[in-house]
């Protein structure tokens, strides 16, 4: 009697696969805090956003509506709308498209551009009626990772070394990333089992982009000699996240103490540590720029030397200038 073939395991539901497990882990951590409207996914049509819209339609707890940026920066473009939607008419997903123009500007790198305006463009489609709640971003455990090896190779401290938050607010809108703990070959895996298909961007293997570099130069090397960095480098970025939060909560306790904008004399009374986080919070919070290190390097013995009435501080951060107004410091953009 002939042996019976070996069964092949059944391929998971979109609800049972690693992008729906992070999902519903991250809709318990905060989708209680949501307002009302549907789920919206930025959807380019690759694999992490097609596995996260999948796993949309099935956690079932929010209408959903897939977003498309079309950048208009490559003939494939068109062919990226199309799949788009042709996948969301096959789940019963309406789908809304923008169309932009991301070329860069004089001294802008193609990234910056592309990834400004995506951002600008699914917020005005998360906007339109009815507005969305949320839109979830497919970034996973290697962009993840790629993205500390891009903050260490310029020299970062902990904002950067934390990477990407798995939810933040820009242009008004409300952003999330429920994928940071999967790695991509997981998410495409799931994809394969399902037979649900995705479209690769062949950009991303361009060689000119620094992120490419490191996708296909850099974090195979290290896996040669060194074993799988995706794990340990998204577990550094929740480190430096932790840490970081615990600086901010301190900066949030000195202010009440110094004032914002910080009052000299008391800045004066913290440790030079303590004086330089405040500073950045300070900064970061009420005007949304960061000073380098060597900025605040220059800034702090200002601070400290600042003893006299006539005193003179004003140093260039970012497009502005921190001076002393009276017995504070004050931020001045540049007109």
């Not at 307002?35 to 690759?46: T, Y």
Request: proline share 7%; aromatic share 4%; hydrophobic share 45%.
């Amino acid at each position: 009697m002939a042996a019976s073939p070996t069964p092949r395991p059944k391929p998971a539901s979109a609800a049972e696969s690693a992008a729906g497990q992070a999902l519903a882990g991250w809709w318990q951590r905060h989708g209680h805090t949501l307002p009302s409207g549907p789920l919206a996914v930025a959807f380019s049509g690759g694999a992490d956003s097609t596995a996260l819209l999948h796993a949309a339609v099935a956690l079932g707890h929010r209408p959903v509506v897939a977003l498309h940026v079309h950048h208009g920066l490559q003939s494939a473009a068109d062919g990226f709308a199309a799949h788009a939607e042709h996948t969301a008419q096959a789940l019963s997903v309406p789908l809304r498209i923008a169309r932009v123009d991301a070329r860069p500007e004089p001294g802008q790198s193609p990234e910056d551009a592309a990834r400004q305006w995506r951002y600008q463009a699914l917020a005005q489609l998360a906007s339109e009626a009815p507005a969305a709640a949320v839109v979830l971003l497919g970034q996973h455990a290697d962009d993840q990772a790629e993205t500390v090896l891009l903050a260490l190779s310029r020299g970062a401290g902990l904002p950067g070394l934390a990477a990407m938050p798995e939810r933040f607010e820009r242009h008004g809108t409300g952003f999330g990333r429920p994928l940071l703990a999967v790695p991509g070959e997981v998410l495409r895996q799931d994809l394969r089992d399902a037979g649900h298909a995705w479209i690769d961007d062949p950009t991303n293997t361009d060689p000119r982009y620094t992120r490419n570099r490191i996708r296909h130069q850099l974090l195979p090397a290290w896996r040669g000699a060194l074993g799988d960095a995706v794990p340990a480098l998204a577990r550094t970025a929740r480190h430096a996240a932790q840490a970081q939060r615990l600086l901010d909560e301190l900066a949030a306790l000195d202010a009440q103490q110094v004032g914002l904008p910080p009052a000299i004399a008391a800045l004066q009374t913290l440790s030079v540590d303590r004086q330089a986080n405040l500073i950045r919070h300070w900064l970061r919070q009420c005007h949304g720029v960061a000073p380098s290190a060597a900025q605040l390097d220059a800034l702090l013995p200002q601070v400290a030397a600042c003893t006299t009435r006539g005193h003179r501080i004003e140093l260039r951060v970012a497009a502005g200038f921190v001076v002393r107004q009276g017995g504070a410091l004050h931020y001045t953009p540049s007109v």
